[in-house]
């Protein structure tokens, strides 16, 4: 049996969200259902689209982008944000989660959001969408994976500056994101027993603690007691050597100490195609790997490849969770 139709938020309106959902719905019809949740009076002019009231009325339109129309306030205007749209683009995730959670969509994916025009516009308390999508699932623990066809990384710091690295890395916080990626490997990715490849945080991980202690007082105890458990860790691995191609056949999943080690190769051996993957939701959330270039925005010069494989994902996910 197949999932439910994927539901694909607009985000915001004033990016190249709306070129995007026309684009992934030319290049996916017949292969992945999904509908956009927004508001029509944004997609570009031209774009076939349907109005529908439900996601299960999406397989009986294949010729035109199926919209669950959510009106915005204000007009359309490609690479200016307009606050006053930020509540209903909130409005729309809630929908889309509220969805997903009742099994009527089959998982969804983000299009780009701009937490300026939402903090603007309706106080936005949030660092980004994720966390927003933790707060709606009630959830604390979820952990942001970088998914492209050679490589899959998840980056156990995230967003905050190089120095802080340091005091962030607790073996609490990477055993909680080696946890949660070892089940969804099992649990949405079909993967029955999980290679998972460690990093350092130093050079060279630290040779034997001449170039930092991080690796033998944080990092090696908790891969020991993990691996007590039965989970396949190897590590921690030097950086510099676990991202080329014959070291990548050795694992399922990368697991990082900061952002740039984990996205910078992803980044680089496929820089559109990688995809945003949250995981420890007890919902489906992909997301283009991309922002909501402005400068572009209306120009039709959106590149909508990233979204395609968010698409396609998400669909594999939810097809292999029903």
């Known amino acids: 049996m197949s999932a439910a139709p994927i539901a694909l938020t607009i985000g915001e309106p004033a990016g190249i969200g709306p070129e995007l959902?026309?684009?992934?719905?030319?290049?996916?019809?017949?292969e992945v259902p999904f509908f956009l949740i927004g508001d029509p009076a944004h997609l570009p002019e031209g774009t076939d689209?349907?109005?529908?009231?439900?996601?299960d009325e999406v397989p009986a339109h294949p010729g035109a982008l199926p919209v669950l129309p959510h009106r915005f306030d204000g007009a359309r205007t490609p690479g200016h944000a307009q606050p006053a749209q930020a509540k209903g683009v909130i409005a729309v995730i809630e929908r889309a989660v509220a969805l997903a959670a009742s099994g009527k969509a089959g998982?969804?994916?983000?299009?780009?959001?701009?937490?300026?025009?939402l903090q603007e516009g309706a106080g936005f308390g949030f660092?980004?969408?994720?966390?927003?999508?933790?707060h709606l699932c009630d959830t604390t623990d979820v952990v942001m994976m970088l998914a492209g066809p050679e490589l899959r990384v998840v980056p156990v710091t995230i967003h905050i500056p190089l120095n802080e690295v340091?005091?962030?890395l607790t073996p609490e916080l990477l055993e909680t994101r080696i946890r949660i990626t070892h089940t969804a490997m099992r649990t949405q990715f079909g993967i029955v027993a999980p290679r998972l490849a460690v990093a350092g945080l130093n050079p060279h991980a630290g040779e034997g603690g001449r170039m930092g202690r991080e690796e033998i007082d944080v990092?090696?105890?908790?891969?020991?007691?993990?691996?007590?458990?039965?989970?396949?860790?190897?590590?921690?691995?030097s950086a510099d050597t676990m991202f080329h191609a014959a070291a990548r056949r050795g694992y399922d999943a990368a697991i990082c100490m900061y952002?740039?080690?984990?996205?910078?190769?992803?980044?680089?051996?496929?820089?559109?195609?990688?995809?945003?993957?949250?995981?420890?939701?007890?919902?489906?959330?992909?997301?283009?790997?991309?922002?909501?270039?402005f400068d572009i925005a209306g120009t039709g010069q959106?590149?909508?490849?990233?979204?395609?494989?968010?698409?396609?994902?998400?669909?594999?996910?939810?097809?292999?969770?029903?």
């Open 21 to 30: 959902a026309g684009m992934a719905w030319q290049a996916l019809r017949g």
């Open 49 to 55: 689209w349907v109005e529908i009231a439900a996601p």
């Open 107 to 117: 998982g969804i994916c983000t299009l780009p959001i701009h937490k300026q025009a």
């Open 127 to 134: 660092p980004g969408h994720t966390e927003f999508l933790a």
């Open 166 to 168: 340091k005091l962030a």
């Open 219 to 237: 990092i090696a105890p908790v891969l020991d007691r993990l691996r007590a458990e039965g989970i396949d860790l190897i590590g921690p691995l």
């Open 259 to 293: 952002h740039d080690q984990a996205l910078i190769p992803i980044k680089t051996l496929d820089f559109d195609r990688g995809v945003n993957v949250t995981l420890g939701l007890p919902i489906i959330r992909t997301s283009p790997d991309h922002g909501t270039a």
């Open 302 to 322: 959106a590149n909508p490849t990233s979204t395609i494989e968010a698409l396609r994902m998400a669909w594999r996910l939810a097809n292999a969770a029903s």
